[in-house]
């Protein structure tokens, strides 16, 4: 069983930059493609990023694109989502995904983590 534990979340002030890591236990990672996601109160769950096994191939949403960069470190079995220029909008409780195979975007990740919060205020 794949275990995902996110982490780095906080309270930041609107323009300020956070990185969340999230850390793979007990299966292949670099077999699987990860991916972020988030989800406000009230809010449906909403794509962030996504990345191939390898890192080659990424995927944005969005809503994020240009400010967000997904990157991961297979020999630490961690993928991280560095988050700049936040915006209020972003508050949200992100989660980490894993899946086999290559769609990024999908929602059935058959793996997720807790979530960690991420509060950015005006």
């Known amino acids: 069983q794949v275990q995902l534990v996110e982490s780095g979340g906080g309270l930041v002030q609107a323009g300020g930059s956070l990185r969340l890591s999230c850390a793979a236990s007990g299966g292949t990672f670099s077999s699987y493609a990860m991916g972020w996601f988030r989800q406000a109160p009230g809010k449906e769950r909403e794509f962030v990023a996504a990345i191939s096994w390898g890192g080659r191939n990424t995927n944005y949403g969005d809503s994020v694109k240009g400010r967000f960069i997904i990157s991961r470190d297979n020999a630490k079995n961690t993928v991280y989502l560095q988050m700049n220029s936040l915006k209020p909008e972003d508050t949200a409780v992100y989660y980490c995904?894993?899946?086999?195979?290559?769609?990024?975007?999908?929602?059935?990740?058959?793996?997720w983590g807790q979530g960690t919060q991420v509060t950015v205020s005006p």
């Open positions: 995904a894993a899946q086999i195979g290559w769609a990024p975007t999908t929602a059935e990740y058959p793996w």
